[in-house]
């Protein structure tokens, strides 16, 4: 049986980082009998990282998880947490049992629009893969992702990618260079599908434009922002449907809007579903400019400098080293 653990598996571990992501433009159709919402988006996976520690556990102990960090009062430790879902669904793929001790390290706020849920997702889809060597062809863990939540697929792929369907299906972009982001952080999460539901109500009242058809594409002024590197044409370009929608449900949401493009920001648009504001940045001295005039708004828990694009879900330690490894001591 492919994976069936050894003797030799006993306290083995694998450490997973998967990052975070935003939306340089989210555009949303009308919802499907499933009740989601086909999307054509691009994505930016920022250097903001979930951690998945797998370790190996004996026969028949089924998935255990302990969570830390951020947030840790608002996430579930039960079924319905992703990380536990991941690896559930990894094990049916492979047909073999779930049997491993999962600890998430938390650094991307919860119902962010950062896609830290995600994020945990897919590092523990891969560091379970790693640790009962499922060897998965990377399309087939792209597709097990997929089962999971729409924006799990980009927190392995990484980089800057095409989202079509839910948001799920990808193609890489071509950018250059890297981009200066701060984060400005809510107090408060919003839920993602009451966001969307926002929109398709503002679209039944007339009050937002309807897109009945959208176009698969990558905007072509965004396509060429990013091609040729210009954080100033791609401040222009950013966009994002969901954002009167968030808005309507979090007012605040515009102060921080326009606070940062009074202080200069290149562009400034809700992140995801919001309440984050991502908000781009002429360089790393300007990022801290806006950091620290952002971090005075009223309505902003926090800021949080970070750049783009980074890589997808990545094992940060050897699948093989001991528990007792220098660099896992701490952890
Ligand atoms: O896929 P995920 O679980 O991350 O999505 C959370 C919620 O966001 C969904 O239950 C749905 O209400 C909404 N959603 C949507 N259309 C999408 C992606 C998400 O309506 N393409």
């Not at 991941?86 to 896609?115: F, I, S």
């Not at 560091?127 to 087939?140: E, F, I, Q, S």
């Not at 594409?217 to 969901?242: C, E, F, I, K, W």
Request: aromatic residues 2%; hydrophobic residues 45%; charged residues 20%.
């Amino acid at each position: 049986m492919p994976g069936a653990p050894t003797c030799r598996d006993r306290g083995r571990r694998v450490v997973v980082h998967a990052p975070a992501k935003t939306n340089l433009h989210l555009a949303v159709g009308a919802p499907g009998h499933d009740g989601y919402h086909p999307l054509v988006t691009v994505f930016q996976a920022l250097s903001l990282y979930e951690e998945v520690t797998a370790t190996a556990a004996e026969p028949g102990s089924g998935v255990t998880l302990t969570v830390s960090g951020r947030g840790v009062d608002e996430t579930p430790l039960g079924a319905s947490n992703l990380a536990v879902r991941a690896a559930r669904a990894l094990a049916e793929h492979l047909g073999r049992p779930a049997d491993v001790v999962l600890h998430v390290h938390k650094t991307v706020p919860v119902a962010a629009g950062m896609a830290g849920g995600s994020a945990d997702a897919a590092a523990a889809l891969l560091a379970c893969d790693l640790l009962w060597r499922g060897d998965l062809a990377p399309a087939d863990r792209l597709d097990v992702a997929a089962t999971l939540g729409a924006d799990v697929p980009f927190a392995l792929l990484g980089g800057t990618a095409l989202g079509t369907a839910r948001g799920d299906r990808l193609e890489p972009v071509t950018a250059r260079g890297e981009l200066h982001w701060v984060m400005a952080w809510a107090r408060e999460g919003l839920s993602t599908p009451a966001v969307f539901t926002a929109l398709d109500d503002a679209r039944d009242a007339g009050r937002a434009p309807r897109r009945d058809v959208l176009d698969a594409r990558v905007p072509p002024a965004l396509a060429a922002a990013l091609a040729d590197g210009d954080p100033h044409a791609l401040g222009a370009a950013l966009d994002n449907d969901l954002q009167d929608a968030a808005v309507a449900l979090r007012p605040a949401l515009a102060g921080v809007v326009g606070a940062a493009r009074g202080a200069g920001a290149l562009g400034a648009v809700v992140s995801g579903s919001g309440p984050t504001v991502a908000v781009l940045a002429d360089g790393a001295d300007h990022a801290a400019e806006l950091a620290r005039v952002l971090g005075a708004a009223p309505e902003v828990a926090e800021t949080r400098h970070v750049h783009g694009p980074v890589a997808g879900a990545r094992q940060v330690v050897g699948a093989d080293v001991s528990p007792d490894h220098p660099s896992l001591r701490g952890r």
